[in-house]
């Protein structure tokens, strides 16, 4: 039984974690959904983000891809 609430609980502090890591200079995988640049300059994502994956993804657009010109590194969002 605590092992089981173990997982439970770490489920529940996962899901208000939100992990973006780039996968070239022009995608993204969002928690396991990919978001690419496509040939008209637009991001789209190949499955359909949340609303706090879509809320994490463009945080990340804003503070990296548009400040550095490309998808770089790794950023973890945390929503409560």
Not at 18 to 42: G, P
């Amino acid at each position: 039984m605590a092992n089981s609430f173990i997982k439970f609980f770490k489920f529940i502090i996962m899901a208000k974690k939100i992990i973006i890591k780039a996968l070239s200079e022009s995608s993204v995988k969002v928690r396991n959904k990919v978001v690419y640049k496509n040939m008209e300059n637009n991001w789209i994502a190949c499955s359909e983000l949340s609303e706090k994956e879509t809320e994490a993804f463009l945080n990340y657009k804003d503070a990296v891809i548009d400040n550095l010109g490309v998808a770089k590194g790794t950023a973890t969002y945390t929503f409560n």
